[in-house]
């Protein structure tokens, strides 16, 4: 038979779990709008029966644990995803850095120039005697070269920008690595004691995110310590258990930033930027060495070509004094041309009356040379066959930054509403709702009220029955 002090009992249980799920409810509403955390619950168990024979009497209830309300599932779905948009992200900015620079609509771009200057010869053919043609010409080959190298320094400055990109991700994973490793010394401890370390695993859940959306990454957990461990593209190690180490990074001989992992602790550094296919750093990776390097290549070949191609044709022809033609274009012929060194012929910059229009020497009125130089802008002279025009194979590269950009900006909006809609899935499951959790805390507040009044009647019991004596 159930005793009075048996209700005490059960009435102070009843009000300690109404308490910690109040006090739960309220975490809950204080962390609604914190980033990646679960809404928490109180798991109530019933306590053994008590009594023999057929009279069994309920002792209540008691607080089994808080958990989360959290689907591990959902969660390695938006670390994909995530990391999947973030590797859009990364190429996106770069792209439309690129596409205004090679912008021809809204500014007098590279292709202008081209058509300027080769029109100077033109001009120049139809007066080939005349002092302010090759004025002209002059002064617009050496706007061509200024708009080469201002180009190609805004590459150079995207390119240095991805390479930024990748130096402060490899910081912030480095920063992220150490909180998890710390974060699982954490976990490790409050769960050898039965506890669950729910605000402790939702913050490391939030890290493991962000490290997806900088690198390529694949962790597992340890179920019996709760640990996870964590790779960053094949080889490198970054959290083990409670420990973990840093990537570096480096520049090679092509100014491009590498992310290096040490073996051992100051021993050899291996090069693993290949080994990132994801991410924003993997997203800025492949488009420095891809599409960058490959634009910063093709300017460079272009401005090559029409610099030897114009020498070749003014060298053969004869100026203004009847002397053989000089080299248009400063080139080197060793094989190590860089844009930043192309410029004009000294001789040619002090005294326009070098720049050759005629084929032979004591020919006024002769523009052969003028004409041919004219001509080699529909000639097609570049292309691994030679079958682009300079201005054909210009525009092929604007083209291709134009489609690449608006390509990635598509799949980027695509991505993002694929994202957001598993993160609204998510927020069914885990987040938080202001709404019910008031209700949630006005029922557990009566439930408290309840227990309180089963303490005072069993108190009433006692009374009676020590006032038995006195009757």
């Known amino acids: 038979m159930a005793k009075i002090h048996g209700l005490l009992d059960l009435g102070r249980r009843g009000m300690a779990v109404s308490q910690s799920a109040l006090a739960t409810t309220s975490h809950n ?33 008691s607080l089994s644990g808080v958990s989360r309300t959290n689907n591990p599932w959902l969660e390695k779905q938006i670390e994909r995803e995530g990391s999947n948009l973030a590797f859009l992200e990364g190429r996106s900015g770069a792209l439309s850095r690129l596409e205004s620079t090679f912008n021809e609509q809204s500014v007098k771009g590279l292709s202008n120039s081209m058509a300027e200057f080769f029109n100077s010869f033109r001009e120049l053919a139809n007066n080939p005697e005349s002092l302010a043609s090759r004025t002209v010409v002059r002064d617009n080959a050496g706007a061509m070269v200024k708009n080469f190298q201002e180009m190609d320094r805004q590459i150079v400055s995207v390119a240095n920008e991805l390479n930024n990109t990748v130096e ?39 890290l493991v995110k962000k490290l997806s959306e900088k690198i390529d990454i694949s962790y597992a957990e340890d179920t019996k310590s709760g640990m996870i461990n964590i790779t960053a593209g094949k080889t490198g190690v970054l959290v083990g258990g409670t420990s973990f180490s840093e990537l570096k990074t480096s520049t ?14 100051g021993g050899t550094q291996v090069d693993i930027t290949e080994q990132f296919k994801r991410g924003a750093l993997g997203g800025a990776i492949e488009l420095r060495d891809g599409m960058v390097a490959s634009l910063r290549d093709d300017l460079a070949d272009l401005s090559y070509n029409i610099a030897s191609e114009v020498n070749r044709a003014h060298v053969e022809g004869f100026d203004r004094y009847s002397k053989q033609g000089e080299n248009f274009f400063d080139i080197p012929q060793d094989g190590s ?33 003028a004409n041919v130089i004219h001509s080699l802008q529909f000639k097609a002279t570049m292309g691994p066959e030679r079958t682009f025009t300079f201005d054909n194979f210009y525009n092929s590269k604007v083209g291709e930054v134009g489609i690449m950009s608006q390509k990635t900006q598509a799949n980027y909006d695509s991505q993002k509403s694929i994202l957001d809609q598993i993160k609204n899935v998510r927020e069914g499951v885990s987040g938080v709702s202001l ?14 009220e309840a227990s309180a009044r089963v303490i005072r009647m069993a108190d009433e019991m006692f009374d009676t029955v020590l006032n038995l004596k006195r009757l």
Do not use: C
């Open 29 to 61: 509403i204080a962390n609604k709008s914190v980033d990646g955390f679960s809404r928490q619950r109180v798991d109530v168990m019933t306590n053994p029966a008590i009594g023999d024979s057929k009279t069994r009497v309920g002792t209540g209830a």
């Open 435 to 448: 709404d019910e959790e008031a209700q949630k805390m006005i029922e557990f507040q009566k439930s408290y």
């Open 168 to 206: 402060t991700g490899v910081r912030e994973v480095n920063a992220h690595a150490k909180e998890i490793a710390t974060l699982n010394d954490k976990i490790n401890s409050v769960e050898m004691t039965g506890a669950t370390a729910n605000d402790e695993r939702d913050r490391r859940d939030l």
């Open 337 to 369: 041309f860089l844009i930043e060194n192309l410029k004009l012929n000294d001789v040619i910059s002090t005294d326009v009356g070098r720049i050759a229009a005629a084929a032979k020497p004591n020919a006024p009125g002769d523009n052969t040379t």
């Open 252 to 265: 090679n001989q092509f100014n491009q930033t590498q992310i290096m992992y040490e073996m051992s602790a």
